[in-house]
């Protein structure tokens, strides 16, 4: 789980969330709690079976800024689906919710997933959001499944050295990674940092290989994990 904070936040448990005081509502801001916000997502999640291992949350020292991250049981444990929060009292930025296979919630304002719900502290957003967030967790078991599909075949392709390296500018050519970051991949390809990625040379071990150089870096673009999907899907196909 990814949950930064380097920029003025610090973790808190959920008691400590419940504690902090929520502003008085205006006629064209209304703040919601933002353990209000974990307490809708925790609901849903349970109510559609999803079943949460891991939460980390943080807040800012005035506790105006709020942000998490929820693990969520995976199906054989080779990666983590999570569930990213944030949320705000000082009209900073609105309530976000976003489900993906690897989310970035960072504050320094990236906020980082596949899917992503956004809505401005306003009266229509207290009455909205229960029905919201229940419309974007019912569809999630579908995503997950197809998700873990997904990695099934990444970990089942072996990838020969020119198909890696081509992966790898193909990566550079859709503005994945900049030409400096193509030799991080690489290396990253040729020598994991991780263990399990160690054994083979799938697309799986590529597909991770891009994502952890990115972690941190280029966190500003919501489109880069979709269009890494496309690239290491389309270097997969020209082998089946």
């Known amino acids: 789980m990814t949950l930064m904070l380097h920029a003025g936040a610090e973790p808190c448990d959920y008691d400590a969330l419940r504690a902090l005081e929520t502003p008085e509502a ?3 801001h209304v703040p919601i709690p933002h353990h209000r916000v974990v307490d809708l997502v ?5 109510y559609f079976g999803h079943e949460i291992t891991e939460e980390n949350y943080g807040v800012t020292e005035d506790g105006a800024r709020f942000f998490g991250l929820l693990s969520l049981r995976s199906f054989d444990g080779a990666y983590e689906d999570t569930v990213g929060l944030r949320n705000s009292h000082d009209k900073k930025f609105p309530i976000g919710i976003s489900f993906g296979s690897r989310v970035f919630v960072c504050d320094n304002l990236a906020f980082i997933a596949e899917h992503v719900i956004k809505r401005k502290h306003t009266a229509n957003a207290k009455r909205d959001l229960p029905g919201l967030v229940g419309e974007l967790v019912e569809p999630l078991g579908d995503q997950r499944e ?4 997904t990695i099934d075949r990444y970990r089942g392709t072996e990838l020969t050295p020119l198909l890696a390296d081509h992966a790898m500018m193909e990566m550079y050519r859709q503005g994945i990674i900049n ?3 193509i030799a991080d991949v690489h290396r990253e390809w040729e020598e994991p940092s991780f263990e399990e990625f160690q054994a083979d040379h799938s697309a799986w071990r590529l597909f991770n290989a ?3 150089v990115l972690t941190g870096k280029v966190t500003e673009q919501s489109q880069l994990t979709p269009r890494l ?4 899907d389309a270097v997969c196909e020209r082998l089946h």
């Open 26 to 28: 205006t006629d064209t």
């Open 229 to 232: 999907h496309k690239v290491i």
């Open 179 to 181: 030409v400096t970051r």
């Open 146 to 149: 197809a998700q873990h599909r």
């Open 210 to 212: 891009a994502t952890y």
């Open 42 to 46: 925790k609901y849903s999640l349970g």
